[in-house]
């Protein structure tokens, strides 16, 4: 088990970081990015896409689909941070090293050793992403987070970004949310647990990534909030997919050992 499930919810004020914190451990490769599609994606020399590991920017507009909110905003980050230092990275990869999209999986860091997801989580010009089994960095990549939605800082500012309660979700809603609600119950399916929330919402937790999480009966009755990207689902109304416990966070106490 990698972690236990009530650790990763966090609740209160952000905690102060150490020194070096979300610095590279393995390293193992210098390149050369040519292009910045968004805050999170580059193209490479060699004509790889990256996507970096850890973090989630805005999109911009692509396919006929509007730009989001400072996605222009991150992408110029990242490209102003790439040439101050040559636009090269020094890649570090994780257990899994691409997507399903056929894009290279790597946290980046800059020449100076600066970590770029940093950067970006600092300034509120992204939001921390898990995807397993890629989890290094998630506690140092939360507690940057954290100080920023703590200082209202880019994305936390907006309303698209405050949390909102499962109850008064629309059944039309799509897309990135962070909502709030008290857990139900829990049910099983043959590849999945659904954790009911107040509401037309229900979390869905693949049980190949139950080894995440602690105990998910110390959910029910509690007060959680959960974020990620919401679907309409025929069964359940609205379904969002949890694969780690570092997308929720208690709102109660009760849930913090």
Not at 94 to 101: A, T
Not at 219 to 235: F, H, N, S
Request: glycine content about 8%; charged content about 20%.
């Amino acid at each position: 088990m990698v972690a236990p499930f009530a650790f990763w919810l966090l609740a209160g004020h952000p905690q102060p970081l150490l020194a070096g914190a979300c610095a590279a451990t393995n390293s193992t490769e210098h390149a050369q990015v040519v292009y910045v599609y968004d805050g999170d994606t580059v193209k490479l020399k060699d004509g790889r896409r990256l996507r970096f590991i850890g973090i989630n920017t805005p999109e911009v507009s692509h396919k006929g689909k509007p730009v989001q909110p400072l996605a222009e905003a991150a992408r110029a980050a990242l490209q102003d941070l790439l040439d101050t230092q040559n636009r090269t990275l020094l890649l570090q990869y994780g257990q899994q090293d691409h997507d399903h999209y056929g894009r290279l999986l790597a946290h980046a860091f800059l020449e100076d050793g600066g970590n770029v997801a940093v950067s970006l989580l600092q300034q509120g010009l992204a939001t921390t992403l898990v995807v397993p089994p890629n989890t290094w960095g998630v506690r140092c990549y939360q507690a940057i987070e954290n100080e920023a939605r703590h200082d209202r800082k880019g994305l936390w500012a907006l309303p698209e970004y405050q949390p909102q309660q499962a109850r008064t979700l629309p059944l039309d809603s799509r897309g990135f949310r962070i909502v709030q609600g008290q857990v139900s119950r829990l049910r099983n399916s043959r590849y999945t647990v659904w954790v009911d929330i107040d509401g037309p919402l229900v979390l869905q937790i693949a049980k190949k990534d139950l080894d995440y999480f602690d105990s998910l009966e110390a959910l029910v009755g509690q007060q959680i909030e959960a974020r990620g990207w919401i679907k309409q689902d025929r069964d359940e109304g609205l379904r969002m997919k949890v694969r780690h416990p570092a997308a929720l966070r208690a709102i109660t106490s009760a849930l913090s050992r």
